[in-house]
């Protein structure tokens, strides 16, 4: 079972750019890359996904390199209602979503 | 709405008594799959489901049963509760089961066992 690795947590000051990054290791050729963000009391909601190279939409954007073996989240401009816990969870059938990153955004 | 619904929300019962979260998705995902959540120990599978009548065991699924008769429902069945199974569950579904397929959650149950 392929599983990732995330640091435990990271704190960061309204208006700043946050960064959070996935190792992949065993990651598999037709797996795509997908990121979740879990708010206390309520269940994990899809942010972002991608294959491969840069992908943005409205909430984050999601670096992928060229071996896929990592990717970094990235939210731009961090407010205190984007506190909350983010998953890179490896794809397919088995869904592993470890511990996640605790993400504290500070006044 | 699309949404995936879980009952109960909260439940407080005794070691022994057989208990079934129910869960059921309205949006004709194949897939279906259940987790808990513990403090420490992240978010761990506990089964899943790749269509009606096909099940299987995810990270963490001794003490627990599942069944899938219909693709909308698949209910949690505790058969003999014990107080480790304390804990926050969580149903989720998504079209399919293969990459690239995003999953919906629902709302959560949360259960203690004394």
């Known amino acids: 079972l392929a599983k990732t690795t995330q640091p435990i947590s990271m704190d960061s000051y309204e208006g700043q750019e946050v960064n959070i990054t996935c190792s992949h290791n065993?990651?598999?050729?037709?797996?795509?890359i997908t990121w979740y963000q879990q708010f206390p009391s309520q269940g994990p909601r899809f942010i972002i996904q991608?294959?491969?190279t840069k992908v943005t939409n409205e909430v984050a954007s999601l670096f992928i390199p060229a071996d896929r073996k990592s990717s970094t989240l990235s939210l731009p401009r961090v407010s205190l209602s984007d506190t909350a816990v983010y998953y890179c969870?490896?794809?397919?059938?088995?869904?592993?979503f470890g511990t996640g990153t605790s993400l504290t955004v500070i006044p | 709405e699309a949404q995936v619904t879980q009952n109960p929300r909260y439940l407080i019962t005794v070691t022994g008594k057989k208990l079934t979260v129910t869960c059921s998705q309205n949006?004709?995902?194949?897939?279906m799959s259940w987790y808990r959540q513990d403090p420490g120990l992240g978010l761990r599978q506990i089964y899943y489901?790749?269509?009606?009548?096909?099940?299987d065991k995810g990270d963490v699924p001794e003490g627990y049963k599942v069944s899938r008769k219909e693709k909308r429902n698949f209910p949690l069945i505790l058969e003999s509760p014990s107080p480790n199974q304390t804990s926050l569950y969580f149903c989720?579904?998504?079209?399919?089961?293969?990459?690239?397929?995003?999953?919906?959650f629902g709302p959560g149950t949360r259960l203690t066992v004394l």
């Open positions: 949006m004709n995902h194949e897939y």
């Open positions: 065993n990651i598999a050729t037709n797996d795509y």
């Open positions: 991608g294959y491969k």
């Open positions: 989720a579904s998504s079209p399919t089961g293969t990459s690239g397929s995003e999953q919906f």
């Open positions: 969870p490896p794809d397919g059938n088995q869904f592993y």
């Open positions: 489901s790749m269509n009606v009548e096909v099940t």
